[in-house]
Structures are given as structure tokens and as C-alpha cells.
């Protein structure tokens, strides 16, 4: 178990390494399509956003996303941790 200052640190040395990208779907969207499609389009457009084309993305439930990039679906996820945000 890390302490709480080794967590920060770990945090900002992730933070300052990451490359991040954002998707953002607005409540009338949700509404529109549904919260599952809803989702991963805001996947898709954070991958989509990122400043290099990665070469694998862990997708966050058992649906790939509509991208030319390699995908490996992470259910439940090891001990039960999520791979994006919501």
C-alpha cells in the first residue's frame, strides 16, 4: 500500500508523462442516442484527440469504438479498476 505522499508523487510523475486526450458528450446527446453510445463516442473523440495515434487503447467495457487502431476490451478490469473516466 502506497502512502498518501507516495501517492502524489507517483500522481504528478504520471500527470507530467501523460498524453491525454478528451471527449466530451453533453446531456441532450445522452438523451438522443443513449448513455452507452453516448459514451463511447466520448471515448472515441478523446482517442481521436490524443496527439499521437496510440498503438493499442484499452476500451473500458466488452464494445470496441469505430477506430483503425488496436482495441483490447477491459471488463471488471484487474480488481475491479475502470480504464477511462466518465
Same mark, same amino acid.
Given at each position: @500500500?502506497? &502512502?498518501?505522499?507516495?501517492?502524489? $508523487?507517483?500522481?504528478?510523475?504520471? +500527470? &507530467? !508523462?501523460?498524453?491525454?486526450? +478528451?471527449? /466530451? %458528450? ?6 438522443? %442516442?443513449?448513455?452507452?453510445? #453516448?459514451?463511447?463516442? #466520448? @471515448?472515441?473523440? #478523446? %482517442?481521436?484527440? *490524443?496527439?499521437? $495515434?496510440?498503438?493499442? /487503447?484499452?476500451?473500458?467495457?466488452? *464494445?470496441?469504438?469505430? +477506430?483503425?487502431? !488496436? !482495441?483490447?476490451? /477491459? %471488463? ?6 475502470? /480504464?477511462?473516466?466518465?
Amino acid at each position: @500500500m502506497l &502512502s498518501r505522499e507516495e501517492r502524489k $508523487t507517483l500522481f504528478w510523475q504520471i +500527470i &507530467s !508523462q501523460a498524453i491525454i486526450g +478528451i471527449g /466530451v %458528450v453533453g446531456e441532450k446527446e445522452i438523451d438522443r %442516442v443513449n448513455i452507452l453510445q #453516448a459514451s463511447l463516442k #466520448a @471515448m472515441k473523440e #478523446a %482517442v481521436l484527440s *490524443l496527439p499521437r $495515434t496510440p498503438d493499442l /487503447v484499452l476500451i473500458d467495457g466488452h *464494445l470496441p469504438l469505430n +477506430i483503425p487502431i !488496436q !482495441q483490447k476490451p /477491459v %471488463v471488471g478490469g484487474p480488481g475491479g479498476w475502470g /480504464v477511462g473516466g466518465g
